[in-house]
DNA sequence: CTCATCTCAGGCTGACTGAGATCT
DNA sequence: CAGATCTCAGTCGGCCTGAGATGA
């Protein structure tokens, strides 16, 4: 039997490596973020919060490129660990304004580290350079480049 | 409010960018192959098959990233579709030996164009040369290299 | 009135697990 | 016996839509 022996057809396109790379790669920061307790999405939210401050359930969603009807059971979550708060915003009152907290902070310490860790064992088998080039092409497609 | 400015915590999480480019990509080539009435998996088992010759389904799931379990449905589409043939492999009757058909080739290779034009707009950020660089990466990372 | 926000209910898909039957 | 293969049933998470209530 071949077993790794992908189709050049398939080897050679950019979407089907995308896939595959990222279920890869999500599956290992996800099995260590499992053992710390926690979840993709939870890291997301306290980084959005952790570096823009305060804001609303929307945004955060916007921000973090998750849907706003999921981030609702995703700030319950958070909010009984303790890890952020969520208030009434006082200039409009149709939003929550959502906090990260001390604990919060701390959390998304843990949860970098977790991270950080994970993602080095996913990109074992690329050099520190090759690394940074991957970043800054896919930052290139995603974000976009200075713009 | 601010509508992409994704933290710089994720902006710099190799898993995360992974995930938003594969998304993004599956989307728009996903969108392709759907006007095309067809899917990802189909144009992966068909390029499987003219690249290799006739497999069982277990090998053709490990060539192409696919479930064993989701590979019998694919099956029985593709060969309703008469773009392939399941016969019981005569040297293993555990198996069954899917082979391509003449019908299958066309097919590949209409999928193949709507694919290629799909991936252009999908990576229409990056330049030719940077797309090279990133497939090389993304291979050394999925295949492994010349190993 | 229009638009944004939060919330809930639910659909769809893709990846996966478990188990049984068959066969090497 | 162990191990591979095909198949089916069903779970789980991520992404998404629609609609109602509230408020700017």
Redesign the pocket.
């Known amino acids: 039997?071949e077993p790794g022996t992908a189709p050049t057809r398939l080897v050679g396109t950019p979407s089907w490596l995308l896939?595959q790379a990222a279920?890869r790669a999500t599956?290992t920061v996800?099995a260590a973020l499992t053992s710390a307790g926690a979840?993709?999405?939870h890291f997301s939210v306290l980084a959005a919060l952790d570096e823009y401050g305060p804001a609303?359930?929307?945004?955060l969603?916007r921000r973090c490129?998750?849907?706003?009807?999921?981030?609702?059971?995703l700030?319950?979550t958070l909010a009984a660990g303790g890890y952020l708060e969520?208030r009434q915003d006082p200039d409009?009152?149709?939003?929550?304004l959502v906090s990260i907290t001390a604990a919060g902070r701390g959390r998304l310490r843990e949860l970098a580290t977790a991270v950080s860790d994970a993602q080095d064992d996913a990109l074992a088998p690329l050099t520190a350079a090759e690394r940074t080039r991957l970043v800054a092409l896919l930052q290139a497609l995603v974000v976009g480049r200075g713009d």
């Open positions: 039997m896939n279920q599956r996800g979840h993709r999405t609303s359930q929307a945004s969603g490129g998750i849907d706003r009807s999921d981030m609702v059971a700030v319950d969520r409009d009152r149709r939003r929550n």
